[in-house]
């Protein structure tokens, strides 16, 4: 349950009725009564979530998933040209 602003957005798949590995739900207000909505959202449709799909979901952005990623960034990065203009 996270307000629904920010990296966030980038990071949780929220709950919606295409979705079918949801990781989260958003609350858009910061106010407690939408905080206390999303809560009794998130409570209602619980059986939606699988821990195993969040698990798998959260390990993208592990700092191994980091390192491997910008491993892979910085050797693509050296394997072009350094100009593409001709002097």
Not at 52 to 74: C, G, M, P, Q
């Amino acid at each position: 349950i996270a307000y629904g602003r920010g990296g966030i957005m980038d990071t949780v798949i929220p709950h919606q009725k295409s979705s079918s590995s949801p990781t989260g739900v958003f609350f858009y207000e910061q106010c407690h009564k939408s905080l206390i909505s999303t809560i009794s959202y998130f409570e209602d449709h619980i059986d939606d979530f699988n821990p195993r799909d969040i698990s798998k979901h959260a390990h993208n952005f592990s700092i191994d998933a980091f390192k491997e990623n910008l491993n892979t960034a910085i050797l693509s990065t050296l394997d072009q040209p350094y100009c593409d203009h001709p002097l």
